[in-house]
């Protein structure tokens, strides 16, 4: 097993704390064989003596510190110690349990919608606390990806809020003796674990293990749909889920950890009753083992019947797993009929087949049946979920007419199912007079565009659960305006409002004036709650960061494509991050950002809540970082406009034919050139950023980065490291280097947002010339085309086809020449060929007179050996031109328009290489 620093961390995190003085004998021992003493384990606990929290991740540091130095006489990975590993998350664990055995009898779940007059469990039934879908560790993750693993419009960089509710969820007695009711989950518990403690709470004294095999195969048959609800959710917050593995199924690493834990758990219960160890391992592993199993068979059992059931796309490869989740589900739902009788109709509604225009059944137009299937199946999943929340008493609250309007959403695809999930939790939990006022503005849109309304407050959850009053009274007031905006408003223009995240905002219009009568006109939308101090900011960030860009472009932005203007919307933290459009896969993560662009809708969306607090100290630094982050977004939809032919980008291809990019980004491809320049920095940057053993600075940002608590002046400190080494390796910042998430088309989208953005920031372009001449140089060539009125797709061609990486170029201008058709060359490819040529030109200008960042040494050599490389092609370019000179000479073509073009081209390319020659004799005699 091999466990980072994050997993290591969250996980004991979860499970509990540890408290020194009260360790037990084999991991004390353990530890000290690791190098680990006492004096340490109470440095890391500090004076309470308690490792908890982000001291788990100090820990971790000093076991990998005692490790790499070969403490005690070890060597090795700390995640290859499972025995270790595994006595730390058992001592957590055992320690919280016992810690806990006086609580309070209430029980309280973790984050929003807490009850706290929740009942103690009887002798008849168990408490358990159920979270909602969304967790704190993947925030504003809104839906499951598509089939293909297709990304939303743009990209997973916005600060995150997240939220978690809790529910009290009555399960059945089964004949079992009495466990100790006050051994009980503390208040900052797993809610998922909550909820394996009070579920299996019973066994803690059980010794007859067939009767526990029975137990597992019964709670299976009785309670499969909400087990497999619970396991979806832990999934979902651990990354494990993936449709391509089939529907709702886990992949096998998060199979094993997910069992692994309620193994852990239930022994730990069991220890705390008093049995050894080593037998509550091993009685836990069979009620787990006999519960999985169970609810395996029956899904083969349920998914053979898939066709009898007369199910949609049930001959497809994800039939048998649509019929197994749709047998399960309307087990729950006649469990439950007699109080609730109107979810099986509701489980009939998520079986209508999708329509051709839903955005996983147009990304997949040859699967589209197959599609179809998941499509569905994701719906029952958000039944499924709902009703255990039902069961747990969590929809009181929620009138039934609500959970149908919000269910005709998510089918409509207008708000995802965990939207949907999370915004009935948070209702639930409104105060009574929140309750009605939401009620009233949904119920009172006609009936046929209620969904619109619905899916309006699925996507203000974020916002319902702030601790700031303001921002909740603004979500419900932006429900309450989608409401009155609806009214007269066809479904079309309801549903492209809904999808562009505009609806229930306040419109303002916005006039950018660049002098000489050239004006801009952009709208601005402002979430309700954002106040009037805010709009003003806002408007001058907007103003300052546009006032950057060529004017131009800035036309050619607001215009937008296919019909659709550009817009800007500001929004606060949890309107933000709870996403605003139906894309199936919303922006994520946790990263200090203040915006994201989405290129389908030609918007930028800005959280006013992170920008207001980068600006409140009134230091510039901050402030240039938002208007970069503006400009940054704005760049992608000049890439956006650079393709002609794809509403995507010139180098963001969400949904790329993998065969197409590949073309693409080797060979002659338009992209090769981009990606080898994209390539090598994102490699430097690796070898610099991990060089921890060496390089001190290095070692310094690895050990900040892996800090779960630092500092203000820590965190400071991590930026200028980050940014330091960035530089060190020839490019802006750490994002530049490794932003893209792996996909090499989206990789590339990022670091011209952030090298263009920052060219564009008067205030950082020297800056960028420093790390990255060539760069510096193709961005100012696209620049200057773009304030001549060029348009962006033409601008983008002319600067960046050829101009990153010269031997690129330069070899696939010989494929050009050696290639030529017998009728001679045509104007396209000689067009090219120019290009090439003064991409060689551009390359020899770049480093005149470069000033390399901080004269670092490393940086240096990098740049003189991508001289040195495109001077080594670019001969072989030379003596390409000069051979089919000679042949149009053999021709009878000497002095003809192709002869006269590449002697031009041979001219300008030779004296291009003896400004290479020099400025790389330069930078070698200089290092």
């Known amino acids: 097993m091999q466990v980072r620093r994050r997993e290591f961390t969250d996980n004991l995190s979860r499970r509990g704390q540890i408290d020194v003085r009260r360790m037990s004998p084999n991991l004390r021992s353990e530890l000290t064989s690791r190098g680990v003493s006492d004096e340490d384990l109470r440095s890391i606990a500090g004076s309470d003596h308690v490792i908890r929290g982000a001291e788990f991740g100090r820990l971790y540091d000093r076991l990998f510190d005692a490790e790499r130095s070969g403490a005690a006489g070890r060597t090795g990975d700390l995640g290859r110690a499972d025995r270790l590993y595994g006595l730390l998350q058992r001592e957590a664990t055992a320690q919280r349990l016992g810690a806990t055995s006086s609580s309070s009898s209430s029980s309280r779940g973790v984050g929003l919608g807490t009850r706290s007059d929740a009942p103690r ?80 709470g019973w066994l803690g004294m059980e010794t007859d293990g067939d009767r526990l095999e029975e137990h597992g195969q019964r709670l299976a048959d009785e309670y499969g749909s909400e087990i497999e609800a619970f396991q979806r959710a832990y999934m979902q917050e651990h990354g494990g889920r993936t449709m391509s593995n089939g529907i709702g199924v886990p992949t096998e690493h998060v199979q ?121 199946a994701e719906r ?82 974020g916002a319902l659960t702030s601790s700031d009053p303001e921002e909740v009274t603004g979500a419900i007031r932006r429900v309450r305006t989608a ?185 002659d491809g338009d992209l090769a050139p981009t990606w080898a320049h994209v390539a090598r920095t ?56 490794t932003g893209g998430d792996g996909d090499r088309s989206i990789a590339m989208g990022e670091w011209w947002a952030e090298t263009f953005s920052r060219y564009l920031n008067p205030t950082q372009r020297d800056h960028l010339r420093s790390v990255d001449p060539v760069a510096h140089q193709a961005a100012q060539r696209y620049a200057q085309a773009l304030e001549r009125g060029t348009p962006p797709a033409d601008a983008m061609r002319e600067a960046l086809r050829f101009s990153l990486a010269t031997d690129v170029s330069a070899d696939q201008g010989v494929a050009m020449l050696s290639d030529a058709p017998r009728s001679g060359l045509t104007d396209e490819t000689l067009n090219d060929l120019d290009l090439i040529g003064r991409a060689f030109e551009d390359h020899a200008t770049a480093l005149q007179g470069w000033q390399p960042y901080q004269n670092d040494a490393g940086l240096i050599s990098t740049r003189e050996t991508e001289a040195r490389d495109a001077m080594s092609h670019g001969r072989g370019l030379l003596t390409a031109i000069q051979e089919r000179r000679g042949a149009l000479a053999s021709a009878g073509q000497q002095g003809g328009a192709e002869d006269q073009r590449l002697a031009a081209l041979e001219t300008s390319l030779a004296r291009s290489l003896t400004r290479l020659e020099q400025a790389a004799d330069s930078m070698g005699s200089d290092g």
């Open 380 to 461: 029952v999943e958000t039944i499924e979920y709902l009703m255990a929340m039902q069961q747990a008493g969590e929809l009181d609250n929620v009138p039934d007419s609500l959970i149908d309007s919000m269910l005709g959403a998510h089918e409509q695809y207008l708000a995802s199912g965990r939207a949907v999930s999370n915004a009935a939790a948070v209702f639930d939990g409104l105060s009574e007079s929140q309750r009605t006022e939401l009620t009233q503005a949904i119920e009172g849109v006609p009936e046929d565009q209620r969904m619109y309304a619905a899916a309006a407050l699925a996507l203000e959850y």
């Open 121 to 200: 469990p009887s002798d008849s039934t168990r408490s358990v606390g159920l979270g909602a879908r969304t967790s704190e560790a993947r925030p504003g993750d809104a839906g499951p990806r598509s089939p293909e693993g297709a990304r939303a419009n743009h990209e997973g960089h916005v600060h995150g809020g997240g939220a978690s509710a809790h529910l009290d969820v009555s399960y059945g007695s089964f004949e079992t003796p009495e466990v100790d009711p006050d051994v009980r989950p503390p208040e900052d518990s797993n809610w998922f674990m909550e909820i394996i403690e009070f579920l299996f």
């Open 682 to 737: 994102r490699s430097r940057f690796d070898d610099v950023s991990t060089n921890v053993g060496d390089d001190p600075q290095a070692r310094r940002y690895y050990t900040l980065s892996r800090n779960d608590s630092r500092t203000p002046e820590q965190d400071a400190e991590l930026t200028r490291l980050g940014a330091h080494l960035a530089a060190r390796s020839g490019t802006t910042t750490p994002y530049s280097a």
């Open 483 to 667: 409401a009155q905006q609806l009214e007269g408003t066809s479904n079309e223009d309801a549903r492209s409002t809904l999808d562009r995240g505009v609806l229930g905002l306040e419109r303002t219009e916005m006039t950018l004036d660049y002098g000489r009568g050239q004006r801009v006109d952009i709208p601005v939308y402002f979430h309700p709650s954002v106040s009037e101090a805010d709009r003003e900011a806002a408007r001058g960030l907007i103003q300052e960061a546009y006032g950057h860009m060529p004017y131009h472009a800035m036309q050619a932005v607001a215009a937008g494509e296919g019909g659709q203007p550009f817009s800007v919307q500001v929004l606060p933290n949890g309107s933000f991050n709870a996403g605003g459009s139906s894309d199936p896969d919303r922006p994520s993560g946790d990263e200090n950002t203040w915006a994201f662009y989405k290129t389908r809708d030609n918007q930028i969306r800005m959280n006013m809540s992170l920008m207001s607090h980068a600006l409140e100290g009134g230091d510039d630094a901050e402030r240039q970082r938002v208007v970069t982050m503006i400009l940054h977004e704005t760049v992608h939809d000049l890439d956006d406009l650079g393709d002609a032919d794809n509403d995507q980008g010139f180098f963001i291809h969400h949904h790329a034919d993998r065969a197409r990019e590949r073309e693409r980004i080797s060979g």
């Open 256 to 376: 094993r950890q997910m069992k692994q834990e309620l193994v852990d758990h239930i022994a730990a219960r069991m220890e705390a009753q008093g049995v050894s160890p080593e037998e509550s391992q091993d009685r836990a592993r069979i009620v787990v083992d006999a519960m999985f199993d169970r609810i395996e068979a029956n899904h083969t059992r349920d998914g053979a019947t898939a066709a009898d059931q007369g199910l949609p796309a049930a001959d497809t490869r994800y039939g048998e797993a649509l019929g197994a989740r749709v047998a399960s589900a309307r087990r729950s739902a006649e469990r439950i009929a007699s109080d609730h009788p109107e979810w099986g109709a509701r489980i009939d509604a998520a079986l209508r087949p999708p329509a051709d225009d839903h955005p996983w059944i147009a990304a997949n137009p040859d699967r589209a049946e197959e599609v179809s299937a998941v499509v569905m």
